[in-house]
C-alpha cells in the first residue's frame, strides 16, 4: 500500500540530497535513515515514548539547549 505524505520543498531537497542515486526511492532512504535510529539495547526493545525521547534530546544537544552538570548539581543542592 502507498502512503502519500507532505513535505516542503526545502526538506525534499535536503532529502534528495541524501540519496545514493537518482533510482533511490524516497522510501528507501527514509528506511535508510531510520536504521540509524537505535530500536533496542542489549537487554529489551525500547518504547515509542523512549525513542521520541532519545530523538527530542539528541535535537536539544544539537541546538545546543544543555544544561551544565554543576549548574544541575547546584539545583538539586548538591
Same mark, same amino acid.
Given at each position: ?18 540519496? /545514493? ?7 528507501? #532512504? =527514509? +528506511?535508510?535513515? %531510520?536504521?540509524?535510529?537505535?530500536? *533496542?539495547?542489549?537487554?529489551? /526493545? ?7 525521547? #532519545? =530523538? +527530542?534530546?539528541? %535535537?536539544?544537544?544539537?541546538?545546543? *539547549? ?13
Amino acid at each position: 500500500m502507498i502512503t502519500r505524505i507532505q513535505i516542503s520543498p526545502e526538506t525534499r531537497e535536503r532529502l534528495s540530497a541524501l540519496k /545514493s542515486s537518482p533510482r533511490e526511492t524516497y522510501d528507501e #532512504l =527514509l +528506511n535508510k535513515l %531510520l536504521s540509524l535510529v537505535p530500536h *533496542r539495547d542489549e537487554e529489551e /526493545s525500547y518504547t515509542d515514548l523512549f525513542l521520541v525521547g #532519545l =530523538l +527530542n534530546a539528541r %535535537l536539544d544537544i544539537q541546538a545546543r *539547549r544543555l544544561t551544565s552538570h554543576d549548574r544541575v548539581k547546584k539545583r538539586l543542592g548538591l
